[in-house]
């Protein structure tokens, strides 16, 4: 169980605590069964090769998929990015056509960083301006970057740094009438609201199974919409369990992508915070999520602090700006601020010490965004973000706390 004396509010991070029964299945995993599935056809190694199965497809339904063969597990999301990156480049260089890729100014290092690896070797990369308050990506913009050469088209679904929800229907309505591959980072958007992958024409959707998904650390996948499997090469080969009389990769889905033993440990615990999250229901909890960020922006606003690039008003937290939008239905629980005197570390240093309450501090990963809001050169900002099992008693502390920081600083003045 959590400490009661601790706040915890870096779930944009990983996610904690865990839903019941996540691990207590991985443990049930590992001393009861413990076989490597797909490799044996004894009842332990079936049984494994069913968990992962029942995995596939519990993730499929909660994302609106075709085929849970298409599901791909990978070690995280940053291994899922850079098989969908590398993998369409990789099948796109063996065609001999150019290599253009198009992301945006709010993408995190997990996308912005293949780009960069890939542009040293001359492929063209295209950031697209976001708002500089909300942080919020125009389709219309989106568009004007693509062109005929366009290799691939890359958006992060929710903002790490902003909370903000990006309009990736539209985006991928455009992408997907041009024939350019569109790739999503859900890391922080799975989980949190509903995700549809061909509603919102979602060619390949990269997410991580500790944030949203609930589950444990080093669990992750790859969703490719049917057929993208002839536009994405693999980035690496090795044993399957299958077709073992050959020496070259199975052709077969999931098994193209998935070289190696599977962390069957890891993904049995995913499967059950999967089954969680389709038992509460992605209504459910965005409603739950709603009501606190609902209280948290009432809350900021009676302190005075400055909110959608307005100015600040009366109160203790005159001092404090809200990166983001400052509508609710807008964001997700992630709230990013900074301080007209303190850095962001100060604020997370303190907000621990004298409040025991758990937050992140930095650039977050996200160089481009924080320059884009005006805050990479103070060093970023200091992140809350919420979860599942948060209530508004802690969202309640954390912004008496901001008061009390907030005031006691501007005191001291």
Do not use: W
């Amino acid at each position: 169980m959590p400490d009661a004396t601790r706040i915890y509010l870096d779930n944009a991070a990983t996610s904690f605590p865990k839903p019941p029964g996540v691990y207590e299945s991985m443990l049930r995993y590992g001393t009861r069964l413990g076989a490597s599935p797909g490799r044996g056809h004894y009842a332990e190694s079936r049984e494994g090769a069913r968990l992962i199965r029942q995995c596939r497809e519990r993730i499929n339904t909660l994302i609106g998929g075709e085929s849970p063969e298409h599901v791909v597990f990978t070690l995280n999301t940053s291994d899922a990015l850079n098989l969908a990156i590398k993998g369409v480049v990789r099948c796109a260089v063996s065609q001999g056509k150019p290599v253009e890729l198009v992301t945006t100014a709010m993408d995190h290092n997990s996308v912005l960083r293949p780009f960069a690896a890939l542009a040293e070797d001359g492929a063209r990369v295209i950031h697209v301006e976001a708002d500089p308050v909300t942080g919020l990506i125009d389709p219309d913009a989106f568009a004007g970057a693509l062109t005929p050469r366009t290799t691939l088209a890359a958006v992060n679904m929710v903002s790490n740094v902003t909370g903000v929800i990006q309009p990736v229907a539209a985006i991928g309505e455009v992408c997907r009438a041009r024939g350019v591959a569109f790739l999503v980072d859900a890391a922080q958007a799975l989980g949190h609201v509903d995700v549809d992958v061909r509603d919102m024409h979602i060619d390949l959707l990269a997410f991580p199974g500790h944030k949203g998904l609930l589950g444990p650390q080093g669990t992750g996948g790859l969703y490719l919409r049917p057929g993208m499997e002839a536009r994405v090469a693999t980035t690496r080969e090795g044993g399957t369990g299958s077709l073992s009389e050959h020496d070259v990769q199975p052709t077969t889905m999931p098994e193209k992508y998935e070289a190696g033993s599977h962390n069957t440990i890891g993904i049995v615990g995913l499967s059950e915070a999967v089954g969680y999250l389709l038992e509460r229901g992605i209504p459910a909890i965005r409603a739950h999520e709603l009501e606190l960020i609902r209280f948290v922006l009432d809350e900021l606003r009676d302190g005075g602090c400055a909110l959608g690039g307005g100015p600040p008003g009366d109160g203790p937290l005159r001092e404090l700006r809200l990166l983001g939008p400052a509508e609710a239905a807008m964001r997700v629980g992630v709230f990013s601020f900074s301080h007209d005197t303190l850095e962001p570390a100060e604020l997370a240093i303190i907000l621990e010490e004298r409040f025991g309450i758990l937050a992140r501090s930095g650039i977050t990963c996200a160089p481009r965004a924080h320059a884009a809001l005006g805050t990479l050169d103070s060093r970023g900002s200091l992140r809350l973000s919420i979860g599942p099992f948060n209530t508004v008693g802690h969202v309640r502390a954390a912004c008496a706390a901001l008061r009390d920081i907030c005031a006691s600083v501007a005191a001291c003045a």
